[in-house]
């Protein structure tokens, strides 16, 4: 099947006219759009349109509300919009600040970008928001009746709608997580780095004293933001119904599985390293804690760990 076509837009302001300019903003605008436009096997994922700003060429509200409206126009593929800057409150609500903000009018407002998305024919709507105050779209008050989310709408943003987001080091503390996180720190078994996963590891690296991250979702499926090499190849998870008859099957070792022993045979050790793999991605262990070498040679037994066992569902039902 023929994979939907894919565009992102990211934005990257450093240079303000009313407020403290930034540092980390634009170098980190350009840093996400090397880690989206391909995937870890140099395969091309979203086609990207970054702008980042300058002092002698800035940001506005119109600019800004323009490429707004050229990302969502008549596109029915996957869409991700990425935001780096400054986030301010206002009376009317939260904000993105542009180069021509003031106190009054900070920019555009968050809820705007999530109406655009709402009444989008796009098949998936990832933002991906670092700034200060970034959970406020989606903010049910000030949506005036739209929907809070449509189906396939996912947010990710850097801090809560009373939060502040920090640069640390030239760059964004959220913005350097979710990178790490797309370059395969929260990939599956299968190397596939989805929001709700980039989530969870940005949540775990953020104690209850950092800023905190929001994610919001209304989807039926969590598809893959990027694919990263496998820790397991497809082609050993396929196989697992054949090496354990049903999930909880103990499959007994042999000397022979070890290509030391004098007894070894070919279709073991190929076996036996296969386990190697699925062991190291923590789908297999040994029954009584022992080293799988030790194992082999004191004739133990190997079985599926729960994640083993949901894997060896999922080649049971082909959708491996």
């Known amino acids: 099947m023929k994979e939907p076509l ?19 903003c634009v170098d980190d605008a350009k840093r996400m759009c090397e880690v989206l436009k391909r995937h870890e096997d140099k395969t091309p994922n979203y086609d990207c349109r970054l702008f980042t700003s300058s002092r002698r060429r800035p940001i506005d509200s119109v600019f800004l509300k323009q490429k707004w409206n050229l990302l969502f126009h008549d596109f029915k593929g996957d869409i ?6 400054h986030g301010a409150q206002a009376d009317t609500g939260n904000q993105f600040v542009t180069h021509d903000g003031d106190g009054t009018i900070p920019g555009l407002a968050m809820n705007d970008l999530l109406t655009l998305a709402n009444l989008s024919p796009a098949r998936e709507i990832v933002l991906i928001l670092d700034c200060c105050f970034a959970a406020g779209a989606g903010d049910p008050v000030l949506l005036g009746g739209n929907a809070l989310l449509r189906e396939g709408v996912t947010i990710l ?7 502040f987001a920090r640069e640390i080091g030239g760059h964004g503390v959220f913005t350097d997580l979710v990178i790490s996180a797309l370059n395969g720190g929260a990939a599956d078994v299968q190397g596939h780095v989805s929001a709700a996963s980039v989530y ?17 979702s209304y989807t039926s499926t969590v598809s893959a933001l990027r694919h990263c090499k496998p820790p397991v190849p497809n082609e050993v998870l396929q196989n697992l119904p ?6 909880d099957s103990l499959h007994h070792l042999r000397p022979s599985y070890e290509y030391t022993h004098k007894t070894a045979k070919q279709n073991q050790i190929a076996i036996f390293n296969q386990f190697k793999i ?3 991605a923590r ?10 070498y030790f194992a082999a040679l004191n004739s133990g037994a190997a079985v599926l760990t729960p994640l083993g066992q949901f894997y060896w569902r999922l080649a049971t ?3 491996i």
């Open 317 to 319: 039902s082909d959708r």
């Open 200 to 216: 969870a590891y940005v949540d775990q690296a953020l104690g209850a004293w950092d800023q905190r991250p929001i994610y919001k």
């Open 283 to 292: 789908l297999l262990r040994t029954v009584d804690g022992q080293d799988l």
């Open 242 to 247: 054949k090496l354990f008859k049903k999930p």
């Open 157 to 163: 943003a850097g801090s809560s709608s009373i939060g």
């Open 278 to 280: 699925l062991r190291d």
């Open 6 to 24: 894919r565009r992102a837009l990211l934005i990257g302001i450093d240079a303000y006219r009313n407020f403290t300019e930034l540092s980390g």
């Open 80 to 85: 991700l919009f990425y935001y780096s800057g």
